[in-house]
């Protein structure tokens, strides 16, 4: 049994990477505030954020569909991920309608 906790542990570190990387860049995407419906910089840098942080929630998906990963880590270790990547798809969905702008 003390295998499995060792393998968690590794297995722990890229998680939480990949984790922290969405939550950067879900933050930025969240703070970056245009000065106006003229400020395309702002707007692109939003989009960009909220790009990097669904490709770190996907990496993560992705990781966790493997099966060697899939015996050792659950759900519960990708949630904080998924939940990132709903508020950066949000974020960029509502980029385009000035909703949060």
Not at 24 to 50: H, K, M, N, Q
Request: net charge positive.
């Amino acid at each position: 049994m003390d295998h499995r906790r060792g393998i968690r542990l590794v297995l722990a570190v890229p998680l939480t990477l990949l984790t922290l990387t969405a939550a950067f860049f879900c933050w930025t995407a969240l703070t970056i505030r245009p000065s106006g419906p003229w400020d395309d910089e702002a707007y692109a840098g939003i989009v960009l954020s909220c790009v990097l942080a669904l490709t770190a929630t996907a990496a993560v998906l992705l990781l966790r569909l493997l099966p060697s990963v899939r015996q050792f880590v659950g759900w519960g270790w990708v949630t904080p991920a998924l939940a990132l990547g709903v508020v950066a798809a949000v974020r960029w969905a509502g980029v385009g309608r000035n909703v949060w702008a």
